[in-house]
Every structure is written in C-alpha cells, then in structure tokens.
C-alpha cells in the first residue's frame, strides 16, 4: 500500500471538517516536569467519539459515496473505537451497519454504538475471533466487510498527524499507540509528506506484543492471546500492509506493561484532567518507560481513546 500523499490528507481533512473539526494539542507543565522534557498532546480524545477512528470512518463513508458504491449495508469487527467511528460516519450517511464484538467488550463503548445506530453482536472471546465472524456474516448477508487496516482509513486518520505536526513546534519524538495501524501509518505519512525528521515510535502493551515481535522479526507474528488494560491495542494478528509501512517509517516499538498503562492513565487525570482509555495512556507510558533518553528534548504524544468504562476507570485511579 502506498501511503497518502499531503494533499490527499488535506482533502480528507475538508470532507470530515462539517462532522470532526480540528482538535487541539498542549504542551503541559506537569506533565513535562514529569517526563523530563517539554510534552505536546495531541487531543483526539476531543473528537466527537473520544478517537481519532472517527476520521477514519468519516473518509471512508465519504469515499464510498463518492464512487458510487451502495452495499447493502457495512459490517465490521473491532473492541469499539473503529466501531463508534463507522456506526457515526455510517449514521451521517444513511448507511445501515452492523458491528461485531467479542463477549466481554466495554459496556460503554458497546452502548455508544448502539446509541449511534447500529446492530451490535457479541460473540467470541477475542478481537480476532470477532473479526472472523464479521467476515462470516458479511458473505452469509450480502454485507461490505470494512477491515481494520485500510487506506482510506488510513487518509482520514492522517488528518490527526497534519494537523499537530503544523500546529505544535518542531517535535524531536512522537509516541502512538499501535492497536491494527492505522494511527501510526497515519503519522508515517504526514511526517514524511512534510518532509521532518521527526522520530516516530510506536506503542504496544506488554500482553499484547505482536506487532512488536512482528516488528523485530521483519514478518507477521501472531500471539494467542491478547490481554491488556488497553483494549484498543489488543491485537493478536497484525496487518502485513501495516507491519511493512511502520517497519519503514517507526524508529522502534515499546512495549508498556499494565502497572505502567495504569499509572499513565492517572497521570493524564491529574495533570491535565484529561480522561485516557488504556489505549489513549500507552503513549505518554513509553515515554515514561523513555524518560532518560528523552530528557530536555521536545516530544509528542498522541492521546486517542478516552472510553474507558467507569468502574475500570474507578480501579484504576484507586
């Protein structure tokens, strides 16, 4: 897959600015005091889902029409970020979908989407086995399937990237969380269509390492399992497309564990009163986990994901 050019991105960002304008980045005392360097957020736990997905879904709804595509009706898999994103875009277009979800997804991720009109099934203990029984029913039905990792997703997702490496000062790193790929692609491609240096390193957690064996293995490497905190990151089986973009453009991999992720979360409470999904804390914990080799230098984090259900959220600031 080759990856959007600046003016694809920037024509993405025109067709989603009437439903996800611009959302801000701040650089936060506390928290560079805490991290030994000056700290710029990205804020995409400002847009209308709390991700940065919704971008996504937007272009790719958008793209759909513009080509003239009518599918019955769309079908996807995903642990609900992706899912709020197509169940939104696809409400704005009049488009009938259906999300599916392993059993033991977040309440209140699963009550937005619904609330955003679509059918939601739970079914299978993982991420992956959701998405094989969202592949099923999209033959069985007649359904499109849209995949995690595509690049019309990764266009509107891009629009994020743009727009904080034009607005925030020349960043040295930026941390992002890799759940299927389509956040850190996303930076790769506006980095690269501005022509930086900037260093760009993604995150996973440490009970959900494939794409960083992947990563260092130079192929795809699956897991059995993927258990973590941070549910948007919990892959198994990573994109190939994916996988051979971050390997060309990411510096590194982190891997963060649950204490880490946990304390992240926290930090982002009390130093900015910010609220961040397991997901939407990985970043500014690798950059903890980083903080010597990071010290006085001017770094970015991307905070995407602020869905984390109340009583998770309570455990964790307790």
Request: hydrophobic content about 45%; aromatic content about 6%; overall charge neutral.
């Given at each position: 897959?080759?990856?959007?050019?600046?003016?694809?991105?920037?024509a993405?960002?025109?067709?989603?600015?009437?439903?996800?304008?611009?959302?801000?980045?701040?650089?936060?005392?506390?928290?560079?005091?805490?991290?030994?360097?000056?700290?710029w957020?990205?804020?995409?736990?400002?847009?209308?889902?709390?991700?940065?997905?919704?971008?996504?879904?937007?272009?790719?709804?958008?793209q759909?029409?513009?080509?003239?595509?009518?599918?019955?009706?769309?079908?996807?898999?995903?642990?609900?970020?992706?899912?709020?994103?197509?169940?939104?875009?696809?409400?704005?277009?009049?488009?009938?979908?259906?999300?599916?979800?392993?059993?033991g997804?977040?309440?209140e991720?699963?009550?937005?989407m619904?609330?955003?009109?679509?059918?939601?099934?739970?079914?299978?203990?993982?991420?992956?086995?959701?998405?094989?029984?969202?592949?099923?029913?999209a033959?069985?039905?007649?359904?499109?399937?849209?995949p995690?990792?595509?690049?019309?997703?990764?266009?509107?997702?891009a629009?994020?990237?743009?727009?904080?490496?034009?607005?925030a000062?020349?960043?040295?790193?930026v941390?992002?969380?890799?759940?299927?790929?389509?956040?850190?692609?996303?930076?790769?491609?506006?980095?690269?269509?501005?022509?930086?240096?900037?260093?760009?390193?993604?995150?996973?957690?440490?009970g959900?390492?494939?794409?960083?064996l992947?990563?260092?293995?130079?192929?795809?490497?699956?897991?059995?399992?993927?258990?973590?905190?941070?549910?948007?990151?919990?892959?198994?089986?990573?994109?190939a497309e994916?996988?051979?973009l971050i390997?060309?453009g990411?510096?590194?991999?982190?891997?963060v564990?649950?204490?880490?992720?946990?304390?992240a979360?926290?930090?982002?409470y009390?130093?900015?009163?910010?609220?961040?999904?397991?997901?939407?804390?990985?970043?500014l914990?690798?950059?903890l986990?980083?903080?010597?080799?990071?010290?006085?230098?001017?770094?970015?984090?991307?905070?995407?994901?602020g869905?984390?259900?109340?009583?998770?959220?309570?455990?964790?600031?307790a």
């Open positions: 897959m080759q990856l959007p050019s600046v003016a694809e991105i920037e993405a960002a025109r067709q989603i600015a009437p439903h996800c304008p611009p959302t801000p980045q701040y650089a936060w005392p506390l928290l560079g005091a805490r991290a030994g360097c000056e700290v957020v990205k804020h995409e736990n400002h847009t209308p889902i709390g991700a940065f997905k919704l971008r996504g879904g937007l272009h790719y709804l958008a759909m029409k513009a080509q003239g595509r009518s599918p019955a009706g769309l079908i996807s898999a995903t642990r609900g970020n992706h899912g709020q994103s197509l169940a939104f875009a696809c409400r704005v277009h009049g488009v009938p979908v259906t999300i599916v979800v392993p059993r997804n977040s309440r991720k699963n009550a937005a619904r609330a955003f009109g679509a059918e939601l099934i739970e079914t299978g203990e993982d991420f992956e086995a959701a998405r094989l029984a969202a592949a099923s029913l033959e069985a039905r007649g359904l499109e399937m849209v995690s990792f595509q690049r019309d997703l990764v266009c509107g997702v629009t994020y990237a743009l727009e904080f490496l034009r607005a000062p020349p960043l040295d790193t941390y992002v969380a890799i759940g299927m790929g389509s956040g850190i692609c996303g930076l790769i491609a506006a980095r690269d269509g501005l022509g930086l240096t900037t260093e760009i390193v993604g995150v996973v957690a440490d959900a390492p494939a794409y960083a992947s990563f260092a293995a130079g192929k795809v490497v699956s897991t059995a399992h993927a258990q973590t905190i941070a549910d948007g990151v919990a892959c198994r089986v990573p994109s994916a996988l051979v390997g060309r990411a510096a590194r991999i982190v891997s564990g649950e204490t880490a992720i946990a304390h979360m926290r930090a982002y009390t130093d900015t009163h910010n609220l961040a999904e397991g997901a939407g804390a990985v970043a914990a690798a950059l986990q980083e903080r010597e080799r990071q010290a006085g230098r001017r770094v970015g984090l991307v905070l995407s994901g869905n984390v259900d109340a009583e998770v959220f309570a455990g964790v600031l």
